[in-house]
């Protein structure tokens, strides 16, 4: 059985939405995930409906829950591959939409987590989309929401304890970083830094309004001539219910509040059901109006 040692069981393994094994496949790398939802307590038995699941948990102080043993596959990245050679970690957040923080003890417990299961599986040193990525990099999702701008964070940390320096602080990202903000004055929205521009694009087109700075404050994308692949949905009610399927006898799983904001593919199509035209969200799908083949003015969700 591989568990880490800082985790403790919670409703492990109760669910259906795992498989046995890895289908021969090596663990070679971590998949980092927000929950999308505060309330620790309720991973996972949202999984007993939901065709989904995760490794492990962390919880606003820091907690470490394990759901599935690492020897077995977790439904987590939305990809088959990546699901078979990887170890998933949800997060809790502290606030709900549209922000979704998550506190820093969260954050701190993630980077040991991190550090223990890079350790046991001999991954090395982990850099950033290539032994520790964001859900976003498998799936057109905002997840794992604002843990985008704390990847580098979670590796440096997890780097230095695994070296020896458990204490030591995370180095801070050099000068030379493609920056992925609202606007250039406005760095408390940063979501990311990357050297790649390629990652920088990935993640602005994952959140909306949101532009890639050059070292020097130029926005470099998009440009006049670039065209987003992704739609962006706006929850125009408040207490929007989320459902485990495109259904009204789907489970409820959690709700959204007017404001509340995600992306996804423009190829993408709404589903149609009980007469309702139903879209994917981070963590289900929402109710998006009544079904009369077009937009109308009391929509829950508005699609741009």
């Known amino acids: 059985m591989g568990i880490s040692s800082l985790a403790t069981k919670y409703g492990f393994q109760s669910f259906p939405h795992y498989s046995s094994g890895r289908s021969g496949a090596k663990v070679n790398k971590i998949v980092i995930h ?19 699941s995760a490794h492990y948990g ?6 470490i829950r394990a759901y599935v043993d690492e020897n077995n596959t977790a ?39 991190v550090a223990d299961i890079a350790k046991r599986h001999g991954l090395g040193k982990l850099v950033v989309n290539k032994n520790l990525f964001p859900h976003s990099y498998f799936s057109s999702t905002s997840c794992p929401g604002v ?12 780097n230095a304890i695994n070296n020896g320096g458990g204490s030591s602080t995370p180095s801070t990202p050099t000068s030379d970083l493609y920056r992925v903000r609202k606007s250039w004055a ?50 125009q009610v ?3 219910n ?25 190829t993408e199509k709404q589903t149609i059901a009980d007469g309702w035209v139903w879209a994917r969200c981070p ?17 829950y969700i508005l699609i741009s």
């Open 34 to 52: 927000h929950m999308a939802g505060t309330n620790y307590d309720i991973v996972p038995s949202i999984w007993q409906t939901r065709e989904a």
């Open 58 to 63: 962390i919880g606003k102080n820091g907690e």
């Open 75 to 113: 439904w987590h990245a939305g990809n088959w591959n990546a699901n078979i050679s990887s170890i998933g970690i949800e997060n809790c957040n502290s606030t709900g939409s549209p922000s979704w923080n998550v506190n820093q003890a969260t954050i701190d417990s993630c980077a040991k987590l």
């Open 147 to 158: 843990l985008l701008g704390s990847l580098q964070y979670i590796a440096d940390k997890a």
């Open 186 to 235: 406005d760095a408390k929205s940063q979501v990311g830094a990357y050297k790649d521009l390629n990652n920088a694009k990935r993640t602005a087109d994952s959140h909306s309004g949101y532009k890639v700075y050059d070292p020097n404050g130029n926005q470099v994308y998009p440009t006049s001539s670039s065209t987003s692949n992704v739609k962006t949905l706006v929850v």
């Open 238 to 240: 408040n207490g929007l």
């Open 242 to 266: 989320v459902r485990n399927k495109p259904s009204l006898s789907g489970t409820v799983v959690g709700s959204y509040n007017k404001g509340a904001t995600w992306t996804l593919p423009k």
């Open 283 to 299: 963590i289900g799908y929402c109710a998006v109006g009544k079904n009369t083949g077009k937009t109308e003015p009391d929509d």
